[in-house]
């Protein structure tokens, strides 16, 4: 198909119905939940649930892509860059309340990368039943961040059993809580624990785990006190010698010689960088539009189409944040389409939370810094959303860790040429 | 749908732009530019390639059909050869375009063919004017009516050689409208500078400043007609290409800069193992990507005829130009001192980079 900039109908559709959804469910709470940090939105929780269940979806995931259409030829898949619509017009409602979207999240999506089919089809099933379910990813510990093959949580196989037996303590668990602890309100949902089978085997020793809510050995230690997405919970977590069973373990449980353990954690941030990266734009665009309605209130108006020399300072900024804004998910858009068509996109889906990381936070900033007053108040919601976009640069890889990751890309340096 | 792939088509044509800016533009630009003088065989190689008449109908003596995308994606290759020759064989588009986007079917009748069956020669326009706050939608330069014909008065400034130029199209300001007016070379009232303009970069590529004192333009000679034209579809067409080479020539900075960092040593190790380098490139080739990836859009909105077309192609210039100094900067950074050398291409396409702000009106697509 030859370049093409027109959004498929179905997203067009999806945006439109999720536009009611962010301002009437998300907005109309956003201020609550960011002041009273910890509290969990049941009826919005309720609410998505079931209007997710009433459309047939199975919460967020990228559907069966290249479906037939009535007149029987193929339709270019789409399930990616629908996803990342959605999640954009969501984040441009609320960040954190996104986050706490029932569904399988990034626990998910690590079974989908690295889990067999059988695993699959075991851990994959319960987000669509009757009660919001919630899963999690966990490999941040407090001496591994950026470095996550620094990990020191162990995986030891109980012979006697035929368990894993893990110990360790992880932090910055999204949606830790909710996954983890049996509320009466919620299905049984789990977190996948990323530990090492081998500490003397690097990379090569890590797995993915998945341990189911309630497991005994395993607790929540804390919720973060957070600077903005409050209504998402993060958590910490503390594991001692919880049993989890053979089949938890995501890959084979043998150290090979090959890094396949490791490639699965990465393989799911290939594939959801451009979606965190579509978070950003979201919240970018909410603080963008707001300004631009208060300039209109007050009769500032842009005038697109004049010389640099004739614009006034707030105009150039606007325009400025423009540019920013469009090239940020043209890039997000590129990235998605080639994962829907099966293109390699390493590079394209960092250049796009790169790009996506800078452009939210510098926007949401220059926002409060142009509203001046009303920018800094808790009146509005600008202030909010300055604190909510910074983590678009800090999580699923920073700023810095991604432009590592294009530079390597570029210069066709492995790890260890670039560190 | 969105899609990002060219047709099979257009990257036959990429490619052959492509050798072209390869083989023939980069070897030469620099001596060029140094002499103040680009080879006619090369301008006559560029145009053979058929980017002006491959976007004519037959009916008007060309082969095929205009499209900003593929515009875009040509000027990006050339440009990424050399700025200056890339806007030396493009220069009779600057008189062609218009005249196919807006010209009445008298103007196109006599002229589209008369630009394109021969080789490649110089049909200009004029549209930048010498003013700090020059503004193609507010000109200096006025057009009145009197009687049957046009009385054009003022200074145009960075006309692509004007000098031997049989035909220039020349935009005025017609009761706050710009419109453009086709003025033959022999008109009274009409002097071109003797002396070449002299800027900053684009030394190969002949630039005068025209004036016009009372110059007479037979009604029919207007743009369009007696009725004239609109001009936003024209300066639109002129952003994106504006765009497109501000990312041609960003691209070669980038590229260039990426192979120098991985073969320079500093400190026992390539340089482009050190993070400052690296992350510089690495923001250097995403800030081109989003760049390119606004042109793209800008274009097909225009193929299109979407209302948003005007804004995009704004936007998409306005990005274009800051990104195309932010990069072309590091990349002279990149070098060290070396890049300030003169052997070294960056610091040209330095100075290349800082005229996209204000090269509106010497390309389109
Ligand atoms: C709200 C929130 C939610 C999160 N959710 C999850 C989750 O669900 N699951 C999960 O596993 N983790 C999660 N995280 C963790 C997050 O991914 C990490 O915080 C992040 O990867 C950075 O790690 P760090 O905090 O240890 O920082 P560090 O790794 O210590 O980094 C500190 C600084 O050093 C820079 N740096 C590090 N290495 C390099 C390098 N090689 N070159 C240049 N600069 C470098 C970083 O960019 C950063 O600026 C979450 C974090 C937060 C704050």
Redesign the interface.
Known sequence: MPIEFEPPKPIVQTQLVLKTVADEMMRSRSRYFDEHEHEIPWDYIEFMHSAMRAMGGNGLAPRENGKKSEEGEKRPPIGYQMLAAQIEALCWGDVGMYHCLPGGGLGAAAVFAAGTPEQKEKFLARFNEEKPTFAAMSITEAGAGSDNSAIRTRAVMDETTHEWVLNGEKIFVTGGDKSFTEYEKLGEGFIVVWATIDPTAGRKGMRGFVVEGGTPGVKITRLEQKMGIRVSDTAAISLVDARVPFDHILGSATVEKDTSGFKGAMATFDATRPLVAASGVGVARAALEFLKEKLAENGVQIRYGLPRQKLTSIERDVIDMDIMLKSAWLMVVKAVWMADNKKENVLEASMSKVKAGDVCTKITQKVVEILGPLGYSREFLAEKWFRDAKITDIYEGTGQINRLVVARQILGYSGKELR | ???????EE?QMLMDAVGKYAANDLRPAAREAEERGELLHKLLSRGWEIGLLQASIPEAYGGFGERSA?TGVLAIEEMAFGDLAGTLAVLTPSLFATPILLAGSEEQKQEYLQKVIEREWSPFTAALIEYA????P?DLKTTAALQGEEYVLNGEKAFVPFAKDAEYILVYANLDGQTQGFIVSKESTGLMVSDEREKLMSLNALPLYRVHLEDVRVPVSQRLGGPEGHDFEPILVSMRVATAAAAVGVANAAFEYS?NY??EREAFGVKI??K?AI??M???M???I???R??A??AA??LD?GKEDA???A???A??AA?MAMMVTDRAVQILGGHGYIREHPVEMWMRNGRGF?MFIGLAIV
Request: proline residues 2%; hydrophobic residues 45%.
């Open positions: 749908m969105y899609s990002f792939e060219p047709t257009q995308v700090f706050d020059f503004d939608n990426k960092a991985r482009a193992q993070q690296a992350f490139l690495a923001e080739r995403t800030e990507e989003a760049s990836l606004l793209w859009e097909w909105k299109q005007f804004t995009e704004y936007l998409a306005m990005g800051d702000a």
